[in-house]
């Protein structure tokens, strides 16, 4: 089921990817290319949920969906922390860490996945806290400025994406431990 609306809406946020870069290479005000990347961001964001919706409303579960999406997560992450690095808005050492924990989690579950023991390593809720945490750090880090004269997005979203941090390396260390009796028994 390549082109179900829910799966289209995953390959969205792919390809969402190099419109949100390309924003911040675009001759606008820095402001204007902030608020552009930043409802992009969020509305890319939010097919995650949708998606996941539509799917299960409209009867268009696929084992191909239940791949890409998770992979589109990923992508839209990772490519936003690295140009939160670049603007000098995101430390290095929390994409470091938020983006390892993505490889190492993914490789793990497709060992898990090899050796038949997926269920160990299945979504848990610290792991959608987590994503929450980013979800919402990265757009206020992509505004960098105040709301309504009042909320300082790079404040927020530094303290919020370094929560996130601290969320990824616990949801690591809760599927590691899940894993862990899997990997004893077949090493």
Known sequence: ?????????????????????????????PQIRNLIATAMFVLFALTDWLDGYLARK????????AFLDPVADKFLVCASLLVLVHLDRADVFVALIIIGREIAISALREWM???GASRSVAVHMLGKLKT?????????????????????THVWGTVLIWIAAVLTVW?????????????????
């Open 58 to 65: 409209l009867n268009q579960v696929s084992a191909f969906g």
């Open 113 to 115: 996945a090899q050796i």
């Open 171 to 187: 949801s690591m260390v809760y599927y590691l431990r899940k894993a862990l009796p899997e990997i004893r028994a077949k090493v």
């Open 132 to 152: 929450t945490s980013q979800m919402v750090a990265i757009p206020f880090l992509l505004y960098d400025g105040l709301v309504l004269g009042l909320i300082d």
């Open 1 to 29: 089921m390549f082109f179900t609306i829910p799966t289209l809406m995953t390959w969205a946020r792919i390809v969402a990817i190099p419109l949100i870069v390309g924003v911040f290479y675009l001759p606008l005000e």
